[in-house]
């Protein structure tokens, strides 16, 4: 099966300018999370969507990240406007939730440089 | 407050040897917990999940115990290889909403 698909792989932007990530889930994937990983660190994540609604995005920074999942298949992460802060790989994955349990598919990631 | 840590420092061994990674959790119960591999560039890739009721879970030459009194899981490459070079990331799952809270990873290196 095809996997979790993201784009762009990398980005370099300036500060106080906006950019958008997307992501495609693995077909059937109800769970659909954005993380955040800052290099040497584990992933955090930012907003977990199930199907189109929103299940937890207490650790986005909403002031500056929007998520959006409509019809509850890819998804969009945006910054605006970016920070120094930001540079980081933005990870998007997805699972099925089989009995419960959240294996997670992960993409490449989005490697983000704000200068 | 909640933490989870795993070994901060990089592991290194010899090819063929075992190779044991600690992952320990504070102020969690989790009903499981995950070890995820991470090579550069790319994003983790799931290896084993052990629910809190199971003490052991083998997958060819991996292995992961729970020990949910210590609040500690072991993860285990017995015949090591360079190719089994990476991060291994630990996963528990809190709350109910299944999110999964990430420790930082154990980097490990694996000498021929």
């Known amino acids: 099966e095809a996997g979790v698909a993201q784009s762009p792989r990398y980005k370099i932007i300036e500060k106080r300018q906006s950019v958008a990530f997307w992501c495609n889930p693995i077909?059937?994937?109800?769970?659909l999370y954005w993380y955040q990983q800052i290099l040497g660190q584990g992933p955090k994540l930012l907003i977990q969507?199930?199907?189109?609604?929103?299940?937890?995005d207490s650790q986005l920074p909403k002031d500056r990240f929007s998520a959006e999942r409509l019809k509850g298949v890819d998804s969009t992460l945006k910054i605006q406007p970016a920070k120094l802060e930001d540079s980081a790989v933005y990870l998007c994955?997805?699972?099925?939730?089989?009995?419960?349990?959240?294996?997670?598919?992960f993409g490449p990631g989005t490697r983000l440089t704000v200068l | 407050s909640q933490k989870i840590e795993q070994n901060s420092e990089a592991l290194n061994i010899q090819e063929g040897k075992t190779a044991t990674l600690t992952c320990n959790y504070t102020n969690y119960s989790p009903a499981y917990l995950q070890w995820y591999r991470q090579d550069p560039g790319r994003g983790p890739v799931f290896l084993l999940l052990i629910r809190e009721n199971e003490k052991e879970k083998r997958k060819e030459r991996l292995k992961v115990t729970f020990d949910t009194t210590l609040k500690q899981s072991l993860f285990h490459i017995t015949a090591s290889q360079p190719a089994d070079s990476a991060t291994y990331l630990c996963?528990?799952?809190?709350?109910?909403?299944?999110?999964?809270?990430w420790g930082l990873g154990t980097s490990l290196a694996v000498n021929p």
């Open positions: 994955a997805s699972s099925l939730e089989r009995d419960g349990y959240n294996e997670q598919f």
């Open positions: 969507f199930q199907n189109n609604g929103v299940v937890d």
């Open positions: 996963a528990l799952n809190a709350g109910n909403n299944r999110k999964l809270i």
């Open positions: 077909s059937g994937h109800a769970t």
